[in-house]
């Protein structure tokens, strides 16, 4: 409405040739709007007042502000909305609907943002509140710069592999995808479990490990990289398979092309065995069959013009801090 009079105002008085030579280089700015999800688990009292300047600047964008129903809980009578905000709980509240799911946590706060987008192709914002954040790249400093930049479009969208569960079919529903990784493991410390592993049918090894993991080049910076995994850039089409604990010095991690078809079955001598996919995990039968292939649809993660991944290995790793740089 204000810019609307500005603007009004402007063209009344120096539409007048008489006047026109007065006239300042003056032009409103749109804004146009943009309606942005909001999803978090926890917050930090010392970062309210980050989350409130974020809210302020959308609601002044005219659009609309979704928040996750569990986080809008959390933001009660600590963060101030001037307009009517809209809840969501599922993909299906917010697919159509929004143009951009902003994450306010940390990686694992951006991860469970996945089955809420799914294929719906809606683009991520990871904001880092935690610590080391590989995928929530914006601090809490960038937040409002980087807000700007997504309204200017000056922004890159960055297509991530996810890959997929195939078999058995129901142990995760219809969320069977993760972004990061799929993970065998176990819960008790006294006994290893023995994974057999086959790509495209093709016998691979037989794993005598405390686990198993299946990351994508996203998740190469995760647990896989603590496990002695290679880092992988996310473009390079691929799956790292790294063992968790292997009780065989001479194993080490290994590449395939992420069109491969992984099998794995596990056994343990009486121990519980479980997988995870990303922050997900399920009990399972031990000598059941896992089959696991790339995802047909890939996630959107948004990445600001001044940012790229090599900066962000180097800045999250700590590479370079060596005197002779």
Not at 37 to 51: E, M, Q, R
Request: glycine fraction near 8%; proline fraction near 5%.
């Amino acid at each position: 409405m204000y810019i609307f009079i500005l603007q009004h105002l402007y063209n009344h008085l120096f539409s007048n040739e008489k006047w026109a030579i007065f006239a300042p280089d003056f032009q409103v700015k749109k804004t146009i709007p943009m309606n942005v999800a909001l999803f978090g688990k926890s917050i930090a009292n010392n970062d309210i007042p980050y989350v409130q300047r974020l809210v302020d600047r959308l609601e002044t964008m005219g659009g609309q502000v979704f928040v996750y129903q569990p986080f809008l809980t959390v933001l009660r009578d600590r963060i101030q909305f001037s307009g009517r905000t809209l809840q969501f709980s599922g993909q299906e509240d917010i697919r159509g609907q929004v143009d951009y799911l902003f994450s306010i946590g940390g990686d694992g706060t951006l991860l469970d943002t996945i089955p809420l987008v799914g294929n719906s192709g809606i683009p991520i914002l990871g904001i880092n509140m935690g610590r080391l954040g590989f995928l929530s790249s914006i601090s809490k400093e960038e937040i409002i710069p980087a807000v700007e930049e997504i309204v200017e479009k000056k922004y890159f969208l960055d297509q991530r592999t996810l890959l997929r569960l195939e078999s058995p079919e129901g142990v995760f529903g219809p969320f069977n995808y993760a972004l990061n990784d799929l993970t065998v493991y176990k819960n008790t410390p006294l006994s290893i479990l023995t994974i057999h592993t086959y790509i495209n049918n093709e016998f691979l090894n037989t794993y005598w490990a405390d686990g198993l993991i299946v990351a994508t080049p996203t998740g190469s910076t995760a647990y896989s990289l603590s496990c002695t995994g290679p880092i992988i850039t996310p473009d390079s089409e691929n799956f790292v398979i790294t063992p968790i604990a292997s009780h065989n010095l001479t194993v080490r991690p290994i590449v395939v092309p992420d069109k491969s078809v992984i099998k794995i079955v596990v056994e343990g001598r009486g121990i519980d065995c479980y997988i995870g996919l990303d922050s997900r995990h399920h009990k399972i039968k031990n000598s059941l069959e896992l089959i696991i292939r790339k995802e047909d649809f890939t996630i959107n993660l948004l990445r600001m013009s001044n940012k790229n991944f090599f900066q962000t290995i180097r800045e999250k790793l700590k590479w370079g801090l060596d005197i002779r740089n």
